[in-house]
């Protein structure tokens, strides 16, 4: 059903009340949007790039010219989404630099068609360098996608932003868009996923500049994030412990990594009943299962679980079998910090969870998150967080 700007933006503003954040999820075919409004998604997006993971490909080619983007979004978010949706609003994702188009009109349509508000995709801010120069040199611009936020505002329809840096989201939040979602690339992961991708970090830093300004121009702006480095459920709690974010739009996280993982996981298995069935180990071998693990995600996978327990750098890289240097060089450069300080960062966010609750003493949550000394967990929690642990406890209660 299509939502009013106004009803959406209270549904949203609600969920976030009372769970903290919300979850968008951006879809190219009715399969995908009937199991995550299962799963509890509050938005769907309906972009060409979802349509053209349904076909194999990479997300990326939603940004290519290999369909009429308006009208792929258009017919099967028609014909599969918004049927399916029901209760859960549908995001058109609106390449607003179309030149066959009248944005006036089009969103006309948008709106008549059913859909809850337009998002600003594909947007020529993945673009850079010289291309972006003579897109730009052709009246092919950003600021036409910040038009189409500004012409949709006016129509009371709900606005999505996706932005890349901070002067995109002045622009955004100065034509009335009511989310900024900051946008960082492609996602990382799977067959088909990006491979050079920002540091959690890195991310971070982004994230920050851009919601600090969302704060200075519009308190009531919905911040949430998008793509690059996040592509797991430990990667956004590491962007919810140390941003401001208030939830997570996944494209390739929800629709292409889980099904490429389902479908080569149960294909393989109906494939080796029978044959080689007890001799799993000896087809990872013949296949170089190595080559494809993905250590950091063992290592964070790791650190979620036993944060409360000593955790030796050494003992992770031989269970891994490989050098503690590499280890610790991809490590770094996928999420943007050393171990020691992405375990402190992980255990010092518990522990400002753990003091949320009442009677519980500070040299006992120390412990409960993995400090044996609280001298070294009040240092820390200094350094991370700007202020003593007593003092942070004093500002829950007041």
């Not at 009372?18 to 968008?24: D, F, L």
């Not at 936020?149 to 034509?175: E, G, P, S, W």
């Not at 393989?268 to 170089?288: C, H, N, P, S, W």
């Not at 998150?369 to 500002?395: I, R």
């Amino acid at each position: 059903m299509a939502f009013e700007r106004e009803q959406l933006l209270h549904k949203l503003n609600s969920q976030i009340r009372v769970t903290g954040h919300i979850i968008g999820v951006a879809v190219g075919a009715g399969l995908t949007a009937k199991y995550a409004v299962k799963g509890g998604a509050d938005i769907l997006l309906a972009l060409n790039s979802g349509r053209f993971r349904q076909m194999g490909q990479s997300s990326l080619a939603g940004w290519l010219p290999y369909a009429n983007c308006n009208e792929m979004v258009m017919e099967f978010g028609m014909k599969e989404i918004i049927p399916i949706a029901k209760e859960s609003p549908v995001i058109f994702g609106l390449n607003a630099t179309d030149p066959t188009i009248d944005l006036d009109q089009y969103i006309d349509i948008i709106r008549a068609n059913g859909f809850s508000g337009i998002n600003n995709f594909p947007t020529i801010g993945m673009f850079d360098g010289l291309f972006r120069e003579a897109l730009e040199e052709s009246g092919i611009t950003f600021q036409t996608e910040v038009e189409a936020i500004r012409i949709a505002h006016r129509k009371n329809l709900f606005t999505l932003a996706f932005v890349f840096d901070v002067q995109q989201a002045v622009d955004m939040l100065q034509a009335g868009a009511d989310l900024i979602c900051a946008h960082f690339g492609l996602t990382k992961g799977g067959v088909t996923g990006a491979k050079k991708v920002l540091s959690l970090q890195a991310a971070k830093v982004i994230a920050d500049e851009i919601f600090h300004v969302c704060d200075e121009l519009g308190k009531d702006t919905i911040k949430m994030i998008y793509g690059g480095p996040v592509k797991t459920p430990l990667d956004l709690n590491f962007m919810y412990n140390n941003t401001a974010t208030m939830g997570y739009i996944g494209g390739s996280s929800f629709e292409r990594i889980p099904s490429e993982d389902a479908i080569t996981n149960i294909t393989r298995a109906f494939k080796q009943t029978g044959y080689l069935a007890q001799d799993e180990l000896l087809v990872k071998m013949i296949e170089g299962v190595k080559h494809h693990y993905d250590y950091v995600e063992f290592i964070k996978e790791y650190i979620a679980i036993n944060y409360m327990h000593e955790i030796l750098f050494s003992d992770l890289a031989n269970v891994a079998h490989i050098s503690r240097s590499h280890l610790s060089c991809l490590f770094r450069k996928e999420v943007g910090r050393t171990f020691p300080e992405y375990l402190a960062q992980f255990r010092i966010s518990k522990a400002k969870e753990i003091m949320k609750i009442n009677n519980i003493k500070l040299n006992e949550v120390a412990n409960m998150v993995g400090f044996k000394d609280y001298a070294h967990f009040s240092k820390t929690f200094k350094k991370l967080t700007g202020m003593s642990p007593e003092t942070y406890k004093q500002n829950i209660k007041t």
